[in-house]
């Protein structure tokens, strides 16, 4: 069984920096794209950053110089690196792998780790 487990969030002050992991585990035959997503209270949940397995990524533009997506296909792991963070930045952040394992293609999503900036 897939699972995408994420690591990395917490309480952080305005100005602040953390890094979010996300570890793909289970049978997996191969990894398309992974990407991070967030939702905010009372908010839809909302596209952060994505990257392909060639590492061409996608961010939006609201967190565009601040945040790096990476990721690591030995690992079968991305990573967010989130600078500069902002009181709107808070939200749950939910990792997504677009892969293929036993049950087939298709997509998968973390737990979600809780992001807060705050002073």
Do not use: H
Request: proline share 3%; charged share 15%; hydrophobic share 35%.
């Amino acid at each position: 069984q897939v699972q995408l487990v994420e690591s990395g969030g917490g309480l952080v002050q305005p100005g602040g920096s953390l890094r979010l992991s996300c570890a793909a585990s289970g049978t997996i035959f191969s990894i398309n794209a992974m990407g991070w997503y967030r939702q905010a209270p009372g908010k839809q949940r909302e596209l952060v950053a994505v990257i392909t397995t060639g590492g061409s990524t996608v961010s939006a533009n609201s967190v565009k110089g601040r945040f790096t997506i990476s990721r690591d296909n030995a690992k079968n792991t991305v990573y967010l690196q989130m600078n500069s963070l902002q009181p709107e930045d808070t939200a749950v952040y939910y990792c997504k792998a677009n892969l293929n394992a036993v049950l087939g293609p298709r997509e998968y999503w973390g737990q979600g780790t809780q992001v807060t900036v705050s002073s």
